[in-house]
């Protein structure tokens, strides 16, 4: 006996409608009590992996994941000879998108003269509700095959000499679950970029986080120092040059947590020389210094940029100059009071008390040495090996050679000393040659020499002084005085005190000046506190 046709209606509407097994019939067990699940297969390799790419709206051409058979140009059908007489018929392709992604989706039918795509337009479309014939069609996106589904064939039309033309779009992207993703593609445990030089990006959405789930551990990157990539700022890895963890500020490189190593440089001075290689990276403020055996004042004598280590001023010969970097690449914030050592009894202390900015030195339980803002005090013997440098160097010499003529009868002439010479410190901008004066602009105790020609004849007076201020502070004149010189030491205030030099003849004379006979000098001796 043949199936009935109701029970192949139960058969379905139990798979479709409740995803079971249909094990009796309608009378003996309804849908709701069938126990045995029963879900749709679904092929993976007919899974749309890049459905999200559909656009909501039929687009006029074939663009990304679409192919488009527009109106003016649809794909003209062939007949199943397997079927009834123009009952079925095949597009031969597959993947049609159906109206659940928009009903601009639907399939548009005309029946037109064969092998005229282009006027198909201008045919019979006929319609999937039917002319009220009983001439409706079914059109299967899946596969692509035309159906008039109803008992009649559309009403009034012929198909003598005629083809079905479908007008819509198909899916032309990628099929599948899994493998390549994007631009990821995934073996084993292993996530790789398809493309080199990418970046793999995790980006949370919100306030979310990137958290890792484990108690073990997280391997970062491992390299030398030269193996270091172009920096971006929170970039991290681990140095294995230096072994340390280091990270990227958006300027330099610098290692995290503690560093347990001390590198030791030595270098002997030549007197000329202000430049030399550590064997690490290092700061300024990272490193001791030190040349036999005195410690640096670093900024004030010396300044280290990566493995370079600069001197203000090039190390004697036979200096001994010793490094001792305990970090490497960066500047350290110790976040403490202090430093000692086990009994607490030698120690170095920033903060004694609250707030006072004090740097004291104790050692077996009594205060040594102490640095304050603008004092630095020692309490025992201070023994310096070396040389004790000023951190600035003031001293000019300025000359003439411009001829003097001086009046005679002991008048005195104001000598400009025109030509620069020798500069330190920028002391060569004391002077004015619009004044002819020396106004030092660094209080303390100067030493002066000036020499000028002032001679008139063997048996006549010439001479040369010093006024500070207006008034004649030292001098000298004798007969037959050639080239007359005055040395003297004067406190200047280094604001408003300044010296002018003045010479004279009893005879009325033109005298030629040098550079080596007609000069002043001076230098700041001691600055004052």
Request: contains cysteine; glycine residues 10%; hydrophobic residues 35%.
């Amino acid at each position: 006996m043949a199936i009935t046709d109701t029970q192949k209606v139960d058969y379905l509407w139990k798979k479709l409608g409740y995803a079971a097994t249909k094990s009796d019939t309608n009378a003996n067990k309804k849908a709701p009590n069938e126990a045995i699940a029963s879900p749709l297969q679904l092929r993976a390799d007919k899974v749309m992996k890049d459905a999200s790419s559909i656009p909501s709206t039929q687009p006029a051409s074939s663009a990304g994941v679409l192919t488009v058979y527009p109106t003016s140009s649809p794909i003209e059908c062939t007949v199943d000879g397997t079927a009834t007489a123009n009952r079925t018929w095949k597009t031969g392709q597959t993947d049609w998108i159906s109206p659940e992604f928009g009903s601009t989706y639907q399939a548009k039918v005309y029946i037109h003269t064969s092998s005229d795509a282009a006027g198909a337009s201008g045919g019979d479309q006929v319609f999937a509700t039917g002319s009220g014939n009983d001439d409706e069609w079914f059109f299967d996106y899946q596969s692509g095959v035309l159906h008039f589904i109803g008992n009649n064939l559309p009403n009034g039309v012929s198909f003598t000499g005629k083809s079905v033309y479908i007008a819509g779009a198909r899916y032309s992207g990628t099929f599948g679950v899994g493998g390549d993703t994007g631009a990821f593609t995934f073996t084993d445990n292993r996530l790789q970029t398809t493309i080199s030089n990418e970046e793999i990006i995790i980006e949370p959405a919100g306030t979310g986080y990137v958290a890792i789930d484990a108690n073990s551990g997280l391997i970062v990157p491992v390299g030398t120092t030269a193996q270091r990539p172009t920096g971006q700022t929170g970039m991290i890895r681990f140095n294995d040059d230096d072994g340390v963890v280091e990270v990227y500020n958006g300027t330099t490189w610098g290692s995290v947590g503690s560093v347990n190593t001390v590198s030791n440089d030595e270098f002997d001075g030549d007197g000329s020389t202000t430049d030399f290689t550590l064997s690490r990276s290092s700061t300024t403020g990272a490193a001791i210094v030190s040349i036999n055996g005195v410690v640096q004042e670093y900024t004030n004598t010396f300044s280290i940029s990566g493995t370079t280590l600069t001197f203000n001023e090039a190390p004697a010969s036979g200096d001994k100059i010793q490094v001792r970097n305990f970090f490497s690449a960066q500047s350290v914030n110790i976040v403490a009071a202090s430093i000692q050592d086990a009994d607490n009894d030698t120690k170095i202390q920033v903060e004694e008390t609250a707030d006072e900015d004090v740097i004291r030195f104790d050692i077996a339980g009594t205060e040594k040495a102490s640095i304050a803002a603008s004092t630095t005090t020692v309490k025992n013997d201070l023994v310096v090996e070396g040389a004790i440098k000023s951190d600035t160097f003031y001293f000019v010499k300025r000359s003439t050679n411009t001829n003097i003529v001086y009046p005679g009868s002991y008048g005195s002439v104001t000598i400009d000393y025109e030509d620069a010479g020798d500069d330190y410190g920028s002391t060569d901008a004391m002077w004015s040659s619009v004044t002819d004066r020396f106004t030092p602009t660094v209080a303390g105790l100067w030493y002066f020499r000036v020499s000028v020609d002032a001679y008139s004849g063997a048996t006549q007076e010439g001479g040369l002084f010093i006024e500070k201020n207006g008034t004649s502070v030292a001098a000298n004149g004798h007969i037959g005085a050639i080239r007359p010189q005055v040395v003297t030491h004067l406190y200047m205030n280094g604001t408003t005190d300044y010296v002018q030099f003045k010479s004279y003849t009893q005879s009325a004379t033109t005298r030629g000046q040098s550079a080596a006979n007609s000069f002043f000098e001076a230098l700041l001796v001691k600055q004052a506190e």
